[in-house]
């Protein structure tokens, strides 16, 4: 089974509490006191909790503009793998997601708490909310409003946010400097060191240690391309 299936079928709702608790208990209902009444016990592992964030945040993310497109709704599915077989259990999660009142700021302020220690996790989660919003061909002012405020909840830095922004453009519109959170007129060494440092915080097999599941790991493929596309083009530029 997939990350995605075992969210709801493993009553992940019961060890995280707060508003993603609330959001699963509502829509397990009376099973929650039944398993209560057995003893039953559930501890989420991090990939769950990973997987339960994009699902939530991209429901969020999808009404942002006041317009959820097929496309959003088909990026959902299918840039996050989502299975044929457990789009009914995802698709539970996400429409209660987005039907309900509350805002995405509950969300956001424990996905930070449960990552407060390991930040490139959730710049990887800011990462894959501009993959969905990018669906539809464009990121809407409003999309890009709610993406930055929950950076800020998560305490990732304008610097941060900047590159992870500069990394979804293609090799060749990028700016390197963004990219490295590096200025021009760094010294080669010290944009080297920050090279060094991005690349072993964004490694793949480093954040799928950390949680990322191996569904989205893709992305964080992609980010290290940049990385390493930027230090290229700089090393190229200071020679010159």
Known sequence: MSIWGSLIGGMVG???GGPFGMLLGSIIGSKVSRYRSQGFKSFANPQQIFALSLIVLSAKLSKADGNVSKEELIAVKDKLRIPNNEIDQVGKIF???????????????????????NLN??????????????????VSPKELSMIEDIAQIFN????????????RKSSD??????????????DLSI???????????????????????????????NKMRSINSAWDHIQKLKKN
């Not at 429409?95 to 220690?117: D, L, M, R, V």
């Not at 996790?121 to 061909?137: H, R, S, T």
């Not at 610097?159 to 990394?167: C, G, N, P, T, V």
């Open 173 to 186: 519109k990028l700016n390197p400097y963004i990219v490295l959170e590096s200025k021009p007129d760094d």
């Open 95 to 117: 429409n209660k997601a987005k039907e309900e009142s509350s805002g995405y700021e509950p969300y956001a302020k424990q996905i930070s708490k449960i990552y407060k220690e």
């Open 156 to 167: 990732i830095s304008e610097k941060q946010f900047r590159a992870i922004q500069e990394s």
């Open 14 to 16: 019961l060890s995280l």
């Open 191 to 221: 944009i080297r060191k920050r090279y060094l440092m991005l690349s072993k915080q964004h490694h793949p097999d480093l954040l799928l240690s950390k949680g990322v599941p191996q569904e989205v790991i893709e992305e964080s493929k």
């Open 121 to 138: 996790v959730l710049e990887e989660v800011i990462n894959i909310l501009f993959y969905i919003a990018e669906a539809d061909g464009k």
